[in-house]
Each structure stands twice: as structure tokens, then as C-alpha cells.
């Protein structure tokens, strides 16, 4: 071989070496955005396993099969872009005619269990005079039954300088004072009563009447499993009844629950570990999630009313214990029914 000859005998050697060189690069950079891709998905998966965790899991594929056909999964876009926006449904509407009927009934909080009323709304319902400079300061009430004074840190008010305890201590929201509606008769003249079928409190003096009544009583949830039906009711009207979809058997349980967190898209962790977003065509909750106190405590895995991305399932009992809505009615549960509402679940 001649000295030309090996000369390009080693340039072409070379150039193959480069090429080699700048295909093990290229496969060290892939391998590395494979893995950091890898470990980022991991990361995410560990952070939303907080979310909410429901007891519910794609049936069968004998389940899915409606018509002959087999029932598609509702991906995210499927549902109307509008619904995300839209603040009104059949829910609302009702709503607004139940509200329009029977007077608009809210007005009172709770905390720890202790239901409270405005002060300002009480001076009105006694014709009492209330003189407080700041919402920290002393509460004073002048009627005709005498001096009332009440200090929001105090659970100690006087009448007529005489102590009384209060069996709560008065608490200030959004610049306006509270005071316990149970024990208010022993303070002032009022008659205090709970009614059942309008789930509020009923306070009355001198002939006139308030209602003071908290969103989370005025709301029930009622479950019939054997009929897959959900009913809502406020102030006790009927406002609509949903077809739904039930645990098999038992798994939706029997009893009296309680509304306990609300998610949007919310995440999901299989049974067999496997984490779906929200969003998911693969996840079974849909667009809304409403988690229940049912069960949660005992198992972790918590009996939830949410949306579905088998719309077929609705009207029947294949879940694994959770209540699935179309996720149009999920949208309208989560944007009417405040947390603590009572949720009743019978055959």
C-alpha cells in the first residue's frame, strides 16, 4: 500500500472514530434526561400521594360492555370547556328558588363544633342598642331587660353587672362579633330552639323571630343505594335528584357522614400503586371530588362522591365504594355543597 493509500486508510479510521465518539455521547445525554425524567416523575407521584385516595377502580371488562360495545373512557376534553366557567346548573337554579321561597337563612359559623350568631343581628331581633367602638372591644346592649356587655376573649358577660358564663368564649370573623347560640335564653331575653326540619336555629323575642343557620346544616346529601339515587336538599326542600353509580355489595356503607375536602381534577393512587393525575383518561374520578368521612379513618382509603370517566356506570353498582356522578354534576356538587355537610347513605 502506498503513502496515499494509508494516509486515507487513516483518515477514514478517524472520521469512523468521531462518529463512534458522537454516538456514545449522544447515548450518555439521552440516558441521562432519561433517568432525571424518571426520577422528576417519581417526585411528582410522592408529592400528590397526599391527595385525596378513593375507594373506587374500572370494573370488569364484562361491566363495560354496554350495547355490545365497550364503553370508551371520557378523556379530559370531553367535557364542555364551558362547564369549567359556567356558575349556574340545575343545582344552583334550584337552589335559588328554595333560597327565594323560604328567605335566605345563613348567617351563622361554627367553630369546634360551637354554633355562634352575629351580635349586631341578635341587638336587632331583642330592639337593643349596640354601642362597640372595634370589633376587639366590649360589646354593650341596651333594652329594655337592662345592660348586656359581652368581651370577645371572654367566655365571662355580664348582665346588669352581674357575671354569666357563656359556654363558649365569643369569637370575632371578618370584623363582626360572635356569640354561642346555645345559652343565649340564660343572657338574654331570647328563646332559643334548633329546628329539624329547616336545620337551623330559631331564636325568638317579643313576638318576632331569626333563623340563624350555618351553609354545612342547611345542605343533606341523601344516598339510596338501592335506587342509585343521590338526592340534595336544603333548609329541608327538595332541590334535585341524580341517577349515581354504588359500591357493589357493601362497599358503599350505611350510615351518617359528614362532607370532610373538596378537589378539582383531583389524582389518583391505584390499589396496585400506580399514580394517575388528575385529568387522566385512566383515572376514575373525574372532574370533582367531594371526600366523605366514611371510612377514611379506618382504611386510609376514603368513600368519596365524585365525577367518572365511565359515564356508563352510571345508574348502576360496580364501584368499589364510592358514588360516581356524570362529571357535569360532580362540577355543580363541588361549587354548591360546603364542606361538613351531612351525607346519609341508605339501602
Known sequence: MNEPE????RSRIAELAQVVLALA????????????????????????SVGPLACVMAGPLAERVVGGELARPVLLGDLDPAAETRTGGELQAALSRVQARVGELTGGIRREDVSYAAVDGIADLIGAELHQSSSSSPARLISPAGLVVI????????????????????IVVDERLYVPVRGLNALLPVQVGWDETRRAWRLASGGREMSVALPE??????????DRALTVRYAGEHLVTWACCVGSGDNT???????????????WRAY???????????????????????RGDETGRAIGIHGTNQPSSIGRRISGGCVRLTNQHAIEMYDTIPIGTRVVIHE
Open 6 to 9: 494509508v494516509e486515507g486508510a
Open 25 to 48: 455521547g449522544l447515548y450518555v445525554l439521552l440516558a441521562v434526561a432519561d433517568l432525571a425524567a424518571h426520577e422528576d416523575l417519581a417526585s411528582q407521584a410522592q408529592s400528590a
Open 151 to 170: 368581651t370577645p376573649s371572654s367566655r365571662i358577660a355580664r348582665r346588669n353587672l352581674e357575671p354569666i358564663a357563656l359556654p363558649a368564649t365569643p
Open 217 to 226: 346544616d342547611l345542605f343533606e346529601i341523601e344516598i339510596d343505594r338501592g
Open 253 to 267: 356503607p350505611i350510615g351518617v357522614f359528614h362532607i370532610r375536602n373538596k378537589a378539582v381534577w383531583p389524582p
Open 272 to 294: 396496585w400503586g400506580e399514580y394517575m393525575p388528575g385529568g387522566s383518561p385512566r383515572n376514575p374520578l373525574g372532574a370533582r371530588w367531594l371526600g366523605t368521612s366514611a
